[in-house]
């Protein structure tokens, strides 16, 4: 370390060569006017922070005859603070804000030297350069970012003859303290911007997160998290666990004690077709467990495991308030525990399965098996072995022992017959007679079975139109048609259409683990006025599309036979911005040309964002990967 002797010497030398004048009184450079306000404004965090620890250097001066003074790195008087008189005597050499104590331009003193020697220092009376300071004794440090890198200085003056060492302690105490000040700052704005990150992350994930206090109380929960409770987040947070999750028990006690973590499965009605794993984890603090984070997955139930008797589907299940099928729903509940048969008529995707296996769920066959068979999906020369069974040795490679059909396999129980319309006329004489008697004969056997079945049939065809046209059994459709039931088209319910897709939405979000997608207003207008000749099966399988792709679809339904889908989602909401600059083209005639439009839209969006492609996507209604593709498709540069 240099001596203070060397440290004057070296800085008197530095100012000759400045061509400093020893006679002089002033800085050569002294800001004002806007100059200075924008110093003072580039260095508004320094004078912030500096102006609490100087006003306790101050007060621990207990000498109203010392001034304290802030520089810039560069030395500019940033902030002076002192008694009005002690202020007033410095006027005459100048020393107050904006004037410049670096070296260069006002030659040796304590702040320009601290500067250039990046290190605390004293200057006392004639150690000053010019004769203007000659008068006074100053104590300056450097003060530096968490960088370590210069951005001020402290410095106190007072006259020559008060010259103490511990003036400069106070300093260098003060100098401490705002770099102290610098570090807590950074560190609590990295600790911001982490958790803003962790957040952002979390918020992204497709799984729920919530962290609970050691109170049971929601302190955190992700949007994905939110939307498995179909709640809001903010009116989760701060609730209470066991409101939200009834029936777990005292989770924290049960982590306490030495658990890492529980595991429990919960269904929530709206998701009905869904379960949800919970997963929690202690958080702990001196072996106490002062909380727990919750996560949340969506698993798709297995039926035949879970649901050994085959039926799924509950009356809860079926979305809907319009009378259409409000009124299916009543008169299904009435017949549900009778024996008859039922014929279940209605277009495809109407939902037919689902209302037979919500009939069997409520009626008193409910424990005992439901059984589907679709008529029109099996071949002719197997579908009476799959109804009746077969005996052992029947057929080549058949199964040892034999095999029990549907009708066994049902006992007790309900059997669905879908697409009865499709049956084979030589299959019907064999259904009507099990349906009269109650009894199967096994294909190369001779014994009779007693059954107890209760039959559902269902048909997307007009069985009567059928029977006229001798395709179907006249005789088997009475008998079938015991209680008719008609479920109604989607076009029939359009009340229904806008909870359908709020379901639809939220199911396809869980069963794909994706976040609920927006859907822009104009799509969402045409969703619910199209008329849906594929009912709900095709309405669903599109809300899984958009799903998929969070809010658009994959194909271009201008390509559908229906002209009236065409435009149901392929239709964009385009940011303003590209509106307005669609009104600057000039279109002339021969130049409707959609591909040619679009190009031009893209690159305007392109332009529009500063070629920020995130945005781009999002004002254009489309995906980063869909705008990847047509830029490339329009060798857009």
């Known amino acids: 370390m240099k001596s203070k002797r060397m440290v004057v010497e070296d800085s008197h030398k530095r100012s000759e060569n400045y061509g400093v004048e020893k006679k002089s009184s002033y800085s050569k450079k002294i800001l004002s006017g806007i100059e200075l306000e924008k110093v003072l404004a580039d260095n508004k965090e320094l004078i912030e922070i500096s102006k609490i620890y100087i006003d306790m250097v101050f007060s621990a001066v207990m000498d109203n005859e010392f001034i304290i003074v802030l520089t810039d790195k560069n030395g500019c008087i940033l902030y002076i603070k002192g008694a009005e008189e002690n202020a007033s005597k410095l006027d005459c050499i100048n020393i107050n804000v904006g004037a410049y104590m670096d070296e260069q331009n006002i030659g040796t003193n304590a702040m320009g030297t601290a500067i250039k020697e990046d290190n605390c220092v004293q200057i006392t009376a004639n150690e000053h350069y010019i004769e203007g300071l000659q008068s006074l004794t100053c104590s300056a440090a450097p003060i530096h970012d968490t960088d370590g890198k210069i951005i001020g200085t402290l410095n106190l003056s007072g006259r020559s003859n008060m010259k103490h060492p511990h003036t400069l302690g106070l300093v260098v105490f003060g100098v401490k303290a705002i770099e102290n000040e610098f570090d807590n700052r950074k560190i609590n704005n990295i600790l911001t911007q982490t958790y803003n990150y962790m957040e952002s992350i979390i918020d992204n994930l497709d799984k729920g997160i ?27 947070l701060h609730e209470k666990l066991h409101y939200i999750l009834p029936n777990m028990g005292n989770i924290l006690e049960e982590l306490d004690l030495n658990k890492n973590n529980i595991i429990k499965d919960v269904k929530f009605k709206h998701t009905s077709k869904y379960k949800t794993r919970l997963e929690f984890k202690g958080i702990r603090h001196r072996e106490k467990t002062i909380g727990m984070v919750v996560t949340m997955i969506n698993e798709k139930e297995e039926r035949d495991l879970k649901n050994p008797t085959g039926a799924f589907w509950t009356f809860n299940d079926i979305i809907g308030e319009s009378a259409a099928i409000a009124n299916v729903i009543i008169n299904s509940k009435i017949i549900s525990n009778s024996p008859s048969t039922v014929l279940i008529q209605g277009e495809s995707g109407t939902g037919k399965e689902v209302l037979a296996q919500a009939m069997h769920n409520y009626s008193l066959r409910r424990t005992n098996k439901f059984v589907a068979i679709n008529c029109g999906a099996i071949p002719m020369n197997i579908i009476e072995s799959e109804l009746f069974g077969y005996e052992d040795g029947t057929f080549t490679g058949g199964k040892k022992g034999g095999k029990p059909g ?39 056997g001779n014994k009779e079975i007693s059954v107890d079945v209760r039959v559902i049939a269902a048909t997307n065809k007009k069985l009567k139109k059928e029977v006229e046209k001798g395709t179907f059994r006249e005789d088997l459709y009475y008998r079938l048609c015991v209680i008719p039931i008609t479920l109604p088209p989607l076009r029939e319910r359009k009340g229904d259409v806008e909870k359908l897709i709020e379901y639809f939405l939220r199911i396809k979000s869980f069963k794909l683990n994706k976040r609920i997608p927006e859907i822009n207003k104009e799509l969402y207008k045409n969703l619910l006025t199209y008329d849906w000749p594929g009912n709900i099966r095709q309405l669903e399988n599109y809300i899984e599309n958009i799903v998929n792709l969070d809010g658009i679809l994959s194909f271009d339904l201008r390509e559908e036979s229906d002209d009236k889908l065409s435009g149901v989602i392929s239709e964009k909401v385009i940011n303003e911005c590209c509106y307005e600059r669609y009104n600057e083209f000039e279109v002339k005639e021969g130049d409707f040309n959609l591909e040619k439009l679009e190009k031009q839209t893209i690159k305007e969006a392109i332009k529009s964002y500063n070629h920020n492609m995130t945005k781009v996507a999002q004002a254009l209604g489309i995906s980063r990967n869909t705008l990847y593709l047509k830029i490339k498709k329009y060798n857009i540069g």
């Open 210 to 236: 919530m962290i609970v206090d050691k109170d049971e109380k929601i302190v955190n929960i992700n949007s994905f998290g939110a939307e498995m409770f179909n709640k809001p987040k903010e009116s989760l």
């Open 406 to 444: 549907k009708f066994e396999v049902a006992n007790g129980g309900t059997l669905f017959l879908d697409e009865i319309g499709e049956m084979p006329l030589d299959m019907q004489v064999r259904l009507l007679r099990v349906l009269q008697e109650g009894r199967v004969t096994r294909l190369g």
